[in-house]
């Protein structure tokens, strides 16, 4: 009696039926994420930016990096 029941349920689902079943899944959970919008929109690193404006940020680092010899 139990063996009759796992026949009728292996052939009405096959592997082939899981698997285009997960692709679904997987198509509908990229088509969500492409919708999700960026929490940082167009925002660029900050190393692209002063690039463009000329200005070498590793030198700039290193300065800010310099402790300041004014105490309060």
Same mark, same amino acid.
């Given at each position: 009696?139990?063996?009759?029941?796992?026949?009728? $349920?292996?052939?009405?689902?096959? &592997?082939?039926?899981?698997?285009?079943?997960?692709?679904?899944?997987?198509?509908?959970?990229?088509?969500?994420?492409?919708?999700?919008?960026?929490?940082?929109?167009?925002?660029?690193?900050?190393?692209? $930016?002063?690039?463009?404006?000329?200005?070498? &940020?590793?030198?700039?680092?290193?300065?800010?990096?310099?402790?300041?010899?004014?105490?309060?």
């Amino acid at each position: 009696m139990v063996g009759s029941r796992i026949k009728n $349920v292996s052939a009405a689902f096959s &592997w082939a039926d899981e698997v285009e079943r997960e692709e679904e899944e997987q198509a509908r959970f990229q088509e969500h994420q492409k919708q999700k919008p960026d929490p940082f929109g167009s925002a660029r690193p900050r190393e692209v $930016v002063l690039l463009e404006k000329g200005i070498d &940020w590793r030198k700039l680092d290193i300065h800010l990096q310099q402790p300041s010899h004014k105490r309060y």
